[in-house]
């Protein structure tokens, strides 16, 4: 009995292992038939460590062929954890030759990472640290080629191409907009090392390479930039503005050739600055009213409509009455009895109440949406703000006589400076644009820019007309401080109160503005610049936008060669009130009447029963013309 239950047992264990010898056999068939593949890729994965290998960024480039913004060399740091023998030691050296704390190389080192990039601190680097790294020989730390951003001219043009972040992806204007096509695509290069990091060398490394980013050619001009960036910094050391916004757009493209935002910023060093500056292009970002400028898109409106003729007279007496309310021209006296072509060249808000009357809501209205001023202009630059019009179910007398002159509204200086070219290129509305075309690392073209017309305007016939009245602004009215022998320069002054945040406008707060265009025969170019809160002047476009234009202007006009043309000018009118001298406001409070002496060249009015100078308007240090008035308030 008992041999034979030894028997069975002997038959049992040898089935048993028969059957797992089977099992043994199919498994390593599976293996070998079904998994070979999978285990061999998990085994190189364990085995490959895959260097990044990075090539350069696009470049971007001015109209001409001029860089803007280029690639420098410098290096970055880089670990192989596995190969480091003693982590505290290199990180203590590291740390020290890149000026950071040990314990974010520890952080570093300590990841499980088959290469680790020691960024930021690491990132970018000169080539004197890399070069100390190297002989430092610290096990298992490489440093490799990298590239960084390089801005040859500055601060100019910070806020239109931008900067990019510690990757190398743009973070803002061109270099954000068209990221896409300026990044490069990076290639690796795969190695494999054993379980201590040391090469493998009877495997086969493999290499990817690394495509380089295209370039990127802008329609900005950087000759015509430096001209209008040199006269604006004339401007900000005469007048230590707030703001300063500057433009200059081909009339027949709509292509952008200049564009300043101050205050200006680093791109290399956009760390530094309030993310205010550098995040806001104030040429296309900033809404305000825009005061007298704006009276170009009243005017052509109105001549479309056949409203008027430019011989037709209409009298201002110094204001007008609007409903039940008083609403002034900006020249206390008023401008008498003068056509309506003086009445633009006046910038008289009178005529402009009027205009405004007899296009009536519903023309205005459509007027504003033809010339696209409700719309933001489709700019291929980030930031875009749009306009601030006030609603047309609200809109009675008052504000329709206030937005026909520049007042209530609020719009960007680059929807007034498209608006006012469709006025005088022949009536097409164009979309401006900055991206002049895309080119391969290998030198193809593969994108190129087209002007866009979104729509017609207005008429030849009212196109001309609006030439005509805008160079006659700038021979005989407002903007004489911006003619120019033999350019037949156009053009319409600005002066816009700001408004205050407690409601009404700030007292003494005004944005200054020009609009030039040139030659007026065949319109090029135009220029416009507006200056926010400036000090130590008189406080009117025509004073100090005016001149500064006319500067940009002169010099723009003679680098592109365009000929003068002296026949066939406007003859400038030599008489002009703001040719009177002016006179700066001396401190009043605290004094008598008897303190107070008289002066021929300009005059005293004074409110109250008290002996004492309390208040007084204008301040002091304000700079007032002859003739003019100051008002002290007695207590």
Not at 75 to 101: E, F, G, H, M, P
Request: glycine fraction near 10%.
């Amino acid at each position: 009995m008992n041999n034979h239950i030894f028997k069975k047992r002997i038959v049992i264990i040898i089935f048993l292992f028969i059957f797992l010898f089977l099992a043994m056999i199919i498994k390593l068939g599976f293996i070998t038939f079904y998994s070979a593949n999978d285990i061999n890729n998990k085994a190189y994965d364990l085995w490959s460590r895959e260097i990044p290998i990075s090539t350069s960024r696009g470049i971007i480039l001015d109209r001409n062929g001029k860089v803007i913004v280029g690639n420098e060399l410098c290096y970055t740091v880089c670990s192989i954890n596995r190969q480091i023998k003693n982590k505290d030691d290199a990180a203590q050296s590291l740390a020290n030759i890149l000026n950071c704390s040990k314990d974010k190389i520890i952080t570093h080192l300590s990841k499980n990472n088959s290469i680790e990039i020691i960024k930021p601190e690491g990132r970018r680097i000169d080539k004197s640290t890399a070069e100390k790294i190297v002989k430092s020989n610290i096990d298992g730390i490489y440093v490799t080629s990298d590239s960084k951003r390089y801005y040859p001219y500055g601060t100019m043009l910070g806020q239109v191409v931008g900067f990019c972040g510690i990757d190398n992806d743009g973070l803002s204007g061109i270099e954000y907009m068209y990221n896409d096509y300026l990044k490069s695509q990076n290639g690796s290069l795969k190695i494999y090392t054993d379980a201590k990091g040391n090469l493998m060398h009877d495997t086969i490394s493999e290499f990817e390479e690394a495509t380089p980013g295209m370039d990127v050619h802008l329609t900005i001009d950087i000759e015509l930039q430096k001209i209008m960036d040199g006269v604006i910094n004339k401007a900000i050391t005469l007048y230590n503005p707030k703001q300063v916004m500057g433009l200059m757009i081909s009339v027949k493209t709509g292509e952008i050739l200049a564009m300043t935002s101050y205050p200006y910023y680093e791109p290399s060093n956009y760390q530094a600055y309030d993310s205010t500056i550098y995040n806001r292009n104030l040429p296309i970002f900033n809404q305000f009213e825009l005061g007298s400028t704006f009276k170009i898109v009243t005017y052509a409106a109105a001549l479309e409509e056949g409203l008027f003729d430019l011989n037709d007279y209409i009298y201002c007496g110094g204001s007008s009455l609007v409903g039940d309310r008083k609403i002034r021209c900006w020249k206390a006296g008023g401008h008498g009895s003068q056509t309506m072509l003086e009445g633009i060249q006046n910038s008289c808000n009178v005529c402009f109440m009027n205009l405004g009357q007899r296009l009536g809501v519903e023309r205005f209205y459509k007027y504003l949406e033809k010339f696209g001023m409700t719309e933001k202009t489709g700019i291929d630059l980030q930031g875009e703000g749009l306009s601030i019009i006030v609603n047309k179910s609200i809109c009675g007398p008052v504000e329709l006589a206030t937005q026909a002159f520049g007042q209530a509204n609020a719009f960007t200086p680059i929807q007034l400076s498209m608006a006012a070219i469709s006025a005088v290129n022949g009536g097409d509305l164009l979309q401006p644009y900055i991206l002049k075309q895309l080119e391969t690392y290998a030198g193809e073209i593969v994108y190129e820019k087209e002007k866009i017309i979104k729509k017609e305007v207005v008429s030849d016939k009212t196109s001309d007309l609006m030439k005509y009245a805008l160079e006659c602004v700038c021979a005989l009215g407002t903007g004489r401080n911006a003619f120019l022998e033999g350019y037949r320069m156009g053009g319409k002054t600005g002066t816009a109160q700001v408004i205050s945040s407690t409601g009404g406008y700030e007292s003494g707060h005004y944005i200054l503005s020009f609009l030039g265009m040139a030659p007026m025969n065949d319109p090029e170019i135009l220029c416009y610049l507006a200056i926010d809160k400036p000090q130590n002047c008189v406080q009117y476009g025509g004073t100090v936008a005016a001149p500064l234009v006319g500067e940009i202007m002169e010099q723009s006009l003679t680098y592109l060669g365009i000929e003068r043309d002296y026949e066939n000018q406007i003859e400038k009118n030599l008489r002009w009130f703001l040719d009177t001298p002016t006179y700066k406001v001396d401190n009043y409070i605290g004094k008598t009447k008897k303190e107070i002496k008289n002066t021929q060249f300009y005059n005293y009015v004074y409110y109250g029963d008290g002996d004492t100078v309390i208040y007084q308007s204008p301040d002091q240090g304000e700079k007032i013309k002859e003739g003019d008035t100051i008002m002290l308030y007695m207590g």
